[in-house]
């Protein structure tokens, strides 16, 4: 079965300093990957997709995301943190192909310091 | 457009009652989405719906919940009789031909 783990449930980083939410996959065939930020009591905001092509994909709010398929790795980057992204952050996978069905990861939440 | 919206926010009931949850998809989107919020299992998919027909209802935990959508406006999950461990958040999310979704705020069911 495909499956997304999140080894961090918090990271904190520095304002201004570059973050890292770490993502690890385990699919059959080729992956779709995304990430998913969630603010309190609102619903999961779509951030950024890797399906094909480039290994480093952007997205909004100036994050990216390095696709790594010899580490079966999807981490999420930015190079300066903002208080205002702290957050939880899901990863998730699709389950298989043909399906628009998503295994999420368990979150990853950033707290991001003044 | 509004976005994904959610109706009620919050519920609150006792075990054993009846719960309805509603969801207004964005309009045009063709794919619907339940999804199930705890801090034990994180995000689960219970059940999605194209162009108003179930795909996959794997995800539903029992008999007690079921999901219907009626028109491409419209979804509800159903909790009967409602237990306890069903307290969760539970969220709406719609797409139309593309890889992501859109989700909405979400409904904070606590059955006690």
């Known amino acids: 079965a495909q499956s997304v783990a999140q080894p961090e449930d918090q990271v904190n980083v520095a304002e201004g300093n570059p973050l890292t939410v770490k993502c690890t996959y385990s699919v059959s065939g080729n992956p779709y990957l995304f990430w998913y930020v969630q603010y309190p009591n609102r619903g999961l905001q779509f951030l950024l997709k890797y399906i094909t092509g480039d290994n480093l994909v952007k997205g909004s709010y100036g994050f990216e995301a390095e696709f790594n398929k010899s580490q079966t790795s999807f981490h999420l980057k930015k190079p300066s943190a903002l208080v205002s992204d702290s957050a939880l952050y899901f990863c998730a996978v699709r389950d298989s192909p043909g399906t628009y069905k998503y295994i999420f990861g368990t979150g990853t939440r950033l707290k991001v310091l003044a | 457009d509004a976005g994904v919206i959610q109706s009620p926010r919050h519920e609150v009931t006792e075990m054993g009652q009846e719960v309805t949850l509603r969801c207004k998809p964005i309009s045009g989107h063709d794919y619907l989405f339940w999804y199930r919020q705890t801090m034990m299992r994180g995000l689960e998919l219970l059940i999605y719906?194209?162009?108003?027909?179930?795909?996959?209802d794997s995800g539903m935990p029992e008999d007690r919940f079921s999901a219907k959508m009626p028109n491409a406006s419209f979804s509800t999950l159903k909790i009967q009789p409602s237990e306890p461990r069903d307290s969760a958040v539970y969220f709406c999310?719609?797409?139309?031909?593309?890889?992501?979704?859109?989700f909405g705020a979400g409904t904070r069911l606590s059955v006690l």
């Open positions: 999310a719609s797409s139309f031909d593309e890889p992501f979704q859109y």
């Open positions: 719906f194209n162009n108003n027909v179930p795909i996959d």
